[in-house]
Each structure stands twice: as C-alpha cells, then as structure tokens.
C-alpha cells in the first residue's frame, strides 16, 4: 500500500505545531526551505526515507506516529533517550517501511506487548 502523503503531511505538522516551531525555524533545523516544509505538510511533495527519519529525530515522534497518526506526536522524554534510540528506530523504521497500515498497527500492537512485560 502507498504512502498517504496528505496524512503524514498533516502529522508532521501537527507535531511541528506541538514544538511550537514556525515553518521557517523547522526549516532552519532540517536545511530546507520553508516552500519544502509547506509543501511535505501538504502532502504534495514525497518524502525520501533519510529526510521522514531526520524528521522523526527533530520533532521526537516516531515512523508510526507520522505515518499513521497513531497517537499524537509524542516528545521523547529527553535528548539522551533520544539519542540512545536513534539507532532501534532508524531499523524499526527499516522493518516497517513499506507495509500496510494494518500490518504496521499489528506490529506496534506487539511492539506495546513486549514493551510491558516486566523487565
């Protein structure tokens, strides 16, 4: 199943929105232009996979967050679990890229499972 660019545009910038970031210093962060943010928020521009992972790693929100909109964009805790999970993100993002959202829920349903079995 393709990618439905107008839902993840209007995630990304529900996310940006919660940062309380303008287009033009989101821009500023990732190196683009504004025209290039206001044109992925819209969903009339496809996305690389190294730019939506850049993305997730600005606004701390996962692949599925964005792509989905399964919950509203999350902030990550803090930097460092940020930047200790950039690595198991990026490979998740790997696994799920190119699934269906169906498949993709199933595979975040048992990612919450595994993630509350007693440590």
């Known amino acids: 199943m ?15 929105k919660k940062h309380k970031l303008t287009q033009q210093e989101f821009a500023e962060m990732l190196d683009y232009s504004p025209e ?3 044109q992925l ?22 692949f599925g967050d964005l792509l989905l909109g399964a919950t509203p964009a999350k902030i990550l805790p803090d930097e460092d679990l940020a930047e200790s999970n ?14 269906s959202p169906k498949r993709i829920e199933y595979i975040l349903s048992v990612c919450r499972i595994l993630a509350n079995f007693p440590r």
Not at 2 to 16: C, F, V
Not at 41 to 62: D, M, T, W, Y
């Open 86 to 99: 950039n690595d198991a993100v990026y490979e998740f993002s790997k696994i799920i890229y190119g699934c």
């Open 2 to 16: 393709p990618i439905d660019y107008k839902r993840l545009g209007k995630n990304i910038y529900a996310a940006r």
């Open 41 to 62: 928020e819209h969903g009339n521009r496809p996305i690389q996979f190294e730019a939506l992972n850049q993305i997730c790693e600005k606004l701390g929100v996962s």
């Open 36 to 38: 290039h943010i206001s």
